[in-house]
């Protein structure tokens, strides 16, 4: 049986280290009693750069750093790796994501430099291709920073909006967590972009790690599964250009499919609010899925919140200073 969306009308008008990129357009949706236009995509090539910063000359590091893969929106193809020491491809053991572990020396500047380049084809997510929910994970356990909170959930979602279809139910939950948080990353005000469900909660606002957080959280206290997925967002112009950091999304799951919603999007443009849920546009790239990552080989931390940038480790302490150097190129 195919599995759709409810039919709706959508109107439109033209519309460093937890960043994200600019608001992201959507094309436009036409109410049809025929089936939806295909899925649009775009191939670009993608350019996962970073040099680690403010080492001592000549300190040793490990890195971990995701590898982006073919899932069900995507075909990532592994270009060239420029990297400073001997690499290893390995896998988290937590939720299957691929990764690319080195261990290298920082040059006389302090800095170990690092470059993927992918190919990438991404395609646009509706309801015409929805992922296929595959059995053997249960996505409605709690993380450390997304706690299964009945409480929480009711500050977003009333008891008597719990009532009906597991579709209804998750687009009330989308609407009621859009509502209660504002798109916001004050340099005044820390916290944000941890993806911390209470704190998102109490504080309203955040960037999109906050925004996913809460909704997940709520969404798995009704036993909805639902996950994080994490990337890098790819500007709306063709052509080239950097791409200014990271952005995530969620997914729930529905008659047997993966529904995805896109909160903190919608937030920054709310024309767009029928489409991202239901709906992702192809103008993105997913590097890994999950929270709460348990990296190998083994990091002497024991989880990793989420990743999307390298993950380094000094010492057996965690080392975060890094400039960004994300590029995509499209493909004609």
């Known amino acids: 049986m195919k599995f759709a969306l409810p039919l709706m009308l959508f109107v439109f008008v033209s519309p460093l280290w937890a960043q994200e990129a600019p608001k992201q357009e959507a094309p436009k949706q036409v109410e049809t009693a025929e089936p939806a236009a295909q899925p649009k995509s775009r191939t670009f090539r993608f350019t996962y750069g970073a040099t680690l910063t403010e080492l001592k000359p000549g300190a040793q590091v490990r890195v971990w750093i995701p590898l982006a893969t073919n899932t069900a929106d995507q075909e990532a193809a592994l270009v060239s790796m420029d990297l400073p020491g001997k690499h290893q491809e390995t896998t988290d053991s937590s939720h299957g994501n691929k990764l690319i572990y080195f261990e290298a020396k920082a040059n006389k500047d302090g800095e170990v430099p690092m470059k993927v380049l992918y190919r990438v084809t991404r395609r646009e997510v509706t309801a015409a291709n929805y992922e296929a929910v595959e059995q053997g994970k249960d996505w409605t356990q709690a993380s450390k920073l997304v706690p299964t909170s009945e409480k929480l959930r ?3 979602l009333s008891d008597a909006a719990t009532k009906g279809s597991r579709l209804d139910v998750a687009r009330r ?9 504002k798109y916001d990353k004050p340099a005044d005000k820390p916290g944000w972009g941890q993806g911390d469900a209470l704190w998102a909660c109490d504080s309203r606002f955040g960037n999109c790690t906050d925004f996913h ?7 798995r206290s009704l036993k909805i599964p639902s996950r994080f997925e994490i990337g890098f967002p790819v500007p709306t112009q063709r052509g080239s250009g950097e791409v200014g950091g990271y952005h995530c999304w969620a997914k729930f799951q529905s008659a047997g499919k993966w529904v995805p919603v896109d909160i903190s999007e919608a937030d920054k443009d709310p024309t767009l609010a029928d489409y991202y849920f239901g709906n992702l546009t192809e103008n993105r790239v997913t590097f890994s899925i999950g929270r709460d990552l348990v990296l190998q080989p083994a990091a002497a931390s024991p989880r990793v919140n989420y990743l999307a940038y390298p993950y380094a480790e000094v010492d057996g302490k965690p080392h975060k200073s890094f400039r960004k150097e994300f590029r995509y190129e499209d493909v004609k």
């Open 154 to 156: 009711k500050v977003v």
């Open 173 to 181: 939950l989308y609407l009621g967590v859009g509502k209660h948080m």
């Open 213 to 219: 957080s809460l909704f997940i959280s709520a969404a």
